[in-house]
């Protein structure tokens, strides 16, 4: 089983409790075979096709097949089909449900993502997403963020260091939260958040090569492109909605964080057809 195998028994375990799937086993004879189309009932974009491969070999002990008809980051309109799978009856019905939650969320996400990735087309600007993942799915999330065209962020706490405001007043100052932690791990990735552009410039001069910019104005973002030049790359928070986003883009920032990637996605509509 690939690394989201624990994911998928953990969800598997939520749908079968004590006594499995008492409806299909009431219903079903054993040795009844099935196929079954995945569709998209939407236009959106995939995501999650091999978790929910997963689920139908869990289920199935492996005696289900399947047969993707498009990959994980395609484009899809209502009614194409995502994959065919085969096999037992029983096994293709119990699994129906958990194969379908992954998809339509993980497709959800990338969907959303590909959205603002055609936001900001053009510029020299990237999408990036954040730690504001659903508990236990973050590295199905952060995948589904990839298939929808953007750079993922820290995976944890212990990837990259991301000095925000707490973090500044505990330290006395931005400067000061900024050298505490540059001096404790010297070779760690190292982001810190400013709120104005008095701390933007104080953060650059002091050596920052990633500055994340919250809730600032456009002009305050173009004053601190243009003050930080090649000197650092700097990141827009806060307050990005899909309709500002391209203004955003274009103060000249390299990445517009946006948590909404993974906290706020609609599920993709995907159904699936005996």
Known sequence: MPEFGEIVRVALAEDLGDNGDITTLATVAADDFGVAEIVSRAAGVVAGLPVAAGVFEAVGDWRVTFEAEVGDGARVAPGDVLETVRGPMRDLLTAERTAL???????????????????????????????KTVPGLRLLQKYAVRCGGVVNHRMSLSDAALVKDNH????????EAFRLVRDTFPSVPLEIEVDTLEQARAVVDAGADLVLLDNMSLADMRAAVEYTGTRAKLEASGGLRLDNARAVAETGVHYLAVG?????????DIGLDI
């Open 168 to 175: 500044v007043i505990a330290a006395g100052g931005v400067v």
């Open 101 to 131: 939650n992954f998809l339509g969320q993980l497709s959800g996400v990338a969907t959303l993502t590909r959205q603002w990735v055609d936001a900001v087309a053009g510029t020299d600007a990237n999408i990036r997403d954040s730690r």
């Open 260 to 268: 909404a990637l993974t906290h706020s996605a609609p599920v993709l």
